[in-house]
């Protein structure tokens, strides 16, 4: 029998509502979390790094990925002094290599991280859900945010409807859409303001897909070859959404994309995390197929579904709802597992958690970080770990 894929939960730190005794109820081991309080290209000293993990420890569990890493925008608009900063990425991956923590997941999204419209979006019974509303981003950008470009990147149709929406709501809902998008990274309740973030679009102004993806494959190039001999697995997340937005580029959207960057250097510790969300958000991209193609490099698999709709809108469906066929997907990623255990190459158990979940039940009385609620992640952890043992049991049994 396979082992299983290592079940993990993403957790926020000491002033998590979510607590690691309730994780350790929910029958993962292991956890995801990073320093969020060490700003954004500075140095993890190994005494930080071992003070968190010896937190985890002592809770009967183990840090088994950083999520994340994160990048200084210097590197991404390769400012001059990205060489130091990447110096400074290297000291922090040696420090985690001495604690003994192997996989680090990262992304390399401009400026903002996920970006959704609404983070209490009610599905028919009352759960409350992520939503990506494609009419509402658009009214932000054309008319709060009013980007001059937007008008020639929208088409008539999308102005219209945009126009529509913005005049539906009222001005705090204004302001709640402008707080949900001028969102930070997670971890953080750092809120962009609108003349904040126009300076950091003014950084962007030469900086498109293709100088990104090139400032990308300078950042590997950088770090991999110390990554390899560290043994530490790098795994990139995709865009979410998996599409420009707000004029800023977006590199990591489909499985060209996955391809460039592993094959920009080519290394067992240049790897993916499979978001299945992200991902999923984008109708061309075929997710079963994509696992299957590019299982070699999966270090990290995120696993959640989302519903699109015929406007580009999306939200945060059931783990085994929506538009991605979870079936197919768990399928693949056990065909890859089989296939690591049979020629000894890579890692067998998976690190795999239940990204984002419903606010549900006793969830509502919680202030959890946006996508991060425990019962609904619970709900998403135990039907992933079903459909794993069904599909293996079915399988190799």
Request: aromatic fraction near 8%; glycine fraction near 6%.
């Given at each position: 029998?396979?082992?299983?894929?290592?079940q993990?939960?993403?957790?926020?730190?000491?002033?998590d509502?979510?607590t690691?005794?309730?994780?350790?109820?929910?029958?993962?081991?292991?956890?995801?979390?990073?320093?969020?309080?060490?700003?954004?290209?500075?140095?993890?000293?190994?005494?930080?790094?071992s003070?968190?993990?010896?937190?985890?420890?002592?809770?009967g569990?183990?840090?088994s990925v950083?999520?994340?890493?994160?990048?200084?925008?210097?590197?991404?608009?390769?400012?001059?002094?990205?060489?130091?900063?990447?110096?400074?990425?290297?000291?922090?991956?040696?420090?985690?290599?001495?604690?003994?923590?192997?996989?680090?997941c990262?992304?390399?999204?401009?400026?903002?991280?996920?970006?959704?419209?609404?983070?209490?979006?009610?599905?028919?019974?009352?759960?409350?859900?992520?939503?990506y509303?494609?009419p509402?981003?658009?009214?932000?950008d054309?008319?709060?945010?009013?980007?001059?470009?937007?008008?020639?990147?929208?088409?008539?149709?999308?102005?219209?409807?945009?126009?529509?929406?913005?005049?539906?709501i009222?001005?705090?809902?204004?302001?709640?859409?402008?707080?949900?998008i001028m969102?930070?990274?997670?971890?953080?309740?750092?809120?962009?303001?609108?003349?904040?973030?126009?300076?950091?679009l003014?950084?962007?102004?030469?900086?498109?897909?293709?100088?990104?993806?090139?400032?990308?494959?300078?950042?590997?190039?950088?770090?991999?070859?110390?990554?390899?001999e560290?043994g530490?697995?790098?795994?990139?997340?995709?865009?979410?959404?998996?599409?420009?937005?707000?004029?800023?580029?977006?590199?990591?959207?489909?499985e060209?994309?996955l391809?460039?960057?592993?094959?920009?250097?080519?290394?067992?510790?240049?790897?993916?995390?499979?978001?299945?969300?992200?991902?999923?958000?984008?109708p061309?991209?075929?997710?079963?197929?994509?696992?299957?193609?590019?299982?070699?490099?999966?270090?990290?698999?995120?696993?959640?579904?989302v519903?699109?709709?015929?406007?580009?809108?999306?939200?945060?469906?059931?783990?085994?709802?929506?538009?991605?066929d979870?079936?197919?997907?768990?399928?693949n990623?056990?065909?890859?597992?089989?296939?690591?255990?049979?020629?000894?190459?890579?890692?067998v158990?998976?690190?795999?958690?239940?990204?984002?979940?419903?606010?549900?039940?006793?969830?509502?009385?919680?202030?959890?970080?946006?996508?991060?609620?425990?019962?609904?992640?619970l709900?998403?952890?135990?039907?992933?770990?079903?459909?794993?043992?069904?599909?293996k049991?079915?399988?190799?049994q």
């Amino acid at each position: 029998m396979l082992p299983n894929l290592e079940q993990t939960f993403r957790w926020f730190g000491p002033n998590d509502p979510v607590t690691l005794a309730a994780i350790s109820q929910t029958g993962a081991t292991g956890i995801v979390t990073a320093l969020h309080h060490i700003p954004a290209g500075e140095v993890w000293s190994i005494e930080e790094i071992s003070e968190r993990k010896s937190i985890i420890e002592k809770a009967g569990l183990v840090w088994s990925v950083v999520e994340s890493v994160n990048i200084h925008e210097s590197i991404k608009t390769a400012a001059p002094e990205r060489d130091g900063y990447i110096e400074k990425y290297i000291t922090t991956l040696k420090n985690l290599a001495k604690a003994g923590i192997k996989t680090v997941c990262y992304n390399f999204m401009p400026v903002l991280d996920w970006t959704r419209t609404n983070l209490d979006y009610r599905l028919a019974n009352n759960a409350s859900a992520l939503r990506y509303d494609a009419p509402a981003l658009a009214a932000f950008d054309l008319y709060i945010l009013q980007r001059p470009e937007a008008f020639d990147e929208f088409t008539p149709a999308q102005q219209q409807a945009a126009k529509a929406y913005l005049d539906s709501i009222s001005e705090s809902e204004k302001n709640y859409l402008t707080n949900t998008i001028m969102a930070g990274l997670p971890g953080t309740d750092e809120v962009f303001t609108i003349p904040e973030f126009k300076e950091h679009l003014k950084k962007y102004a030469q900086t498109d897909a293709k100088v990104l993806k090139a400032n990308l494959a300078y950042f590997l190039k950088g770090i991999i070859p110390t990554a390899e001999e560290l043994g530490i697995k790098m795994c990139i997340h995709p865009d979410d959404p998996p599409f420009p937005i707000l004029g800023l580029p977006r590199v990591v959207c489909n499985e060209e994309d996955l391809l460039d960057v592993v094959n920009s250097c080519p290394s067992p510790s240049n790897g993916i995390t499979f978001c299945t969300g992200s991902l999923g958000a984008n109708p061309e991209n075929d997710l079963p197929a994509m696992a299957a193609k590019l299982g070699k490099h999966i270090h990290f698999l995120h696993l959640r579904n989302v519903q699109r709709e015929a406007d580009g809108s999306f939200f945060e469906a059931d783990h085994l709802g929506g538009s991605t066929d979870m079936y197919a997907v768990m399928r693949n990623v056990i065909e890859e597992q089989k296939r690591r255990a049979d020629s000894g190459e890579g890692i067998v158990a998976i690190p795999m958690r239940p990204d984002h979940g419903h606010k549900i039940l006793d969830d509502v009385n919680y202030n959890t970080y946006p996508g991060y609620s425990v019962i609904g992640r619970l709900r998403g952890l135990a039907e992933l770990r079903g459909l794993e043992m069904g599909i293996k049991r079915t399988l190799y049994q």
